[in-house]
């Protein structure tokens, strides 16, 4: 594994964690689960770090010596890839992995570099498209110019490419890359973490919606909180952002209680800040519905832990989402940007309740299934099933297949 910004041993509260830390780390012990020998990639941002650590879930991290030995921006990280990728040639050059999986377009830069030289077999999963981003104007570390340029480069010079959504596949083939080089491998969602059963949040109303995503206006909270308009006696929890302490001072927080207290909704509206992982499945489960709203989401983590909770999920038609949520059966897609239709589509959750109750069944039945990070993982090795050849076959497992 190949992941240059996310290092799948950081911890909430760091600099620079985020979503694909997790993604790296979940996937990485799966396949140590199913048997295999995973080595990840990250560069070294801490003075302390080791040079190699190996994990108690059995994957090994190696700290890549490029750049200072500290936090450093996304967008800050593209130079030192050719060093990064030069330190992998050496590694590799002395033991060759069977294959190679990058994650994020700035890995996929050190991978090829690293990986073409010596003939390994590399898949790449990009996490999110630039092109979607720049579409969607998605509020985000600013990426160079270059980006969608390069991130076009890496998808051909893959031997794979693992998209986590179908849409992300329709857009590679719009950019030139032929279906048959792509594999659908989605996020997972830690099911033993996030179930049905546990404790749920107290509610202030009789009906309770609930948000988690960063706060940002591409993240739909705003016409979250125009439906309230037509759902009394409902309360809207938005998680996300700063802690609470610093709430206060955060502009898009200040921006969503103006445009309640405008609307008359400001008693109903609650932005309670960062929200921890061991502290999520309570809020999750303490809702009618979970409300996603992005106007642009690759994976849709957010949904995959209410399903897995046993919560109906409501969520914009986008990404990955429209993937993960069965409308009409694990819970219902609508428009990102329709107040009216997202406050009937509640509503009638509201008024059914065996409804209701069949979409969180439904929902969390398909999570296990179909999210688990053993079923992921097992996904993955069939992506990289197609880029290497299988082992010989020994006198030993010819007499007992």
Known sequence: MVSEHANPLAEEGDAGFDGQCSHVADL?????????????????????????????AG????????????????????????????????????????????HFWMSGIATQLAARMLAVPTVQ???????????????????PPSRIRLEQLIARGATRVVATSTEEVFEL?????????????????????????????????????????????????????????????TELVIGGGPPPGKLAHDPEARRLYARAEALGVRDRVHIIGYVQAKDLPTLLRSADAVVSLP??????????????????????????MRDTVVDGITGRLV???????????????????????????AGADRARARYSWDRIGADTLRAYGWCVAA?????????HP
């Open 28 to 56: 990485s012990a799966a396949l140590v689960r199913a048997g295999h020998d995973v080595t990840v990639y990250t560069r070294r941002d801490r003075n302390d770090a080791a040079d190699r650590v190996e994990t108690d």
């Open 59 to 102: 994957y090994t991290v190696v700290h890549v010596p490029v750049g200072p030995p500290s936090y450093v921006p996304k967008h800050e990280i593209l130079p030192l890839m050719g060093a990064f990728g030069s330190f992998l040639e050496t590694q590799w050059e002395r033991e060759r992995p069977d294959i190679v999986h990058a």
């Open 125 to 143: 999963t990009f996490h999110a498209l630039g092109v979607m981003e720049n579409r969607f104007k998605v509020d985000t570390t600013p990426s």
């Open 173 to 233: 083939g719009h950019q030139g890359l032929p279906r048959s080089r792509t594999s659908v491998v989605p996020c997972g969602v830690d099911v033993t973490a996030f179930t049905p059963h546990g404790p749920s949040a107290k509610r202030a109303m009789p009906h309770r919606l609930v948000m988690v995503g960063t706060l940002t206006p591409n993240e739909g909270f705003e016409t979250a909180i125009d439906s309230l308009v037509h759902l009394p006696h």
């Open 295 to 320: 106007w642009y989401e690759p994976i849709g983590l957010i949904v995959l832990e209410a399903m897995a909770c046993g919560t109906p999920v409501v969520a914009a038609a986008t990404g990955g």
């Open 335 to 361: 428009s990102s940007r329709n107040p009216a239709r997202l406050a009937d589509t509640i509503r009638q959750l509201f008024d059914d309740e065996v409804r209701r109750a069949g979409f969180g069944v």
């Open 391 to 399: 082992p010989p076959r020994t006198a030993r497992t010819a007499s």
